[in-house]
């Protein structure tokens, strides 16, 4: 092998080094996005649940207001 071949053999190894860094980045990448999703739709899901609780504490509240008299 000569020193051109070397020299190509070397680019050729960085090259492939460059590209499996880089699809593990864009792998973890990817991942974290879809953590943030899932993260957003159980806030979502539980700021909703919580919304429905007051809703029915109110009606509650009502409720009881209008057995009592108060």
């Known amino acids: 092998m000569n020193n051109s071949q070397s020299t190509e053999h070397q680019a050729g190894q960085a090259q492939a080094t460059v590209e499996g860094k880089t699809n593990q980045l864009m792998e ?3 991942n974290a996005a879809h953590s943030a999703h899932e993260s957003m739709q159980q806030s979502e899901f539980l700021s909703n649940a919580g919304q429905q609780m ?3 504490k109110n ?3 009502e409720e009881v207001k209008r057995a009592t008299g108060y």
Request: glycine share 0%; aromatic share 0%; proline share 0%.
């Open 54 to 56: 007051k809703e029915k």
């Open 59 to 61: 009606e509650l509240t």
């Open 28 to 30: 973890k990448a990817s």
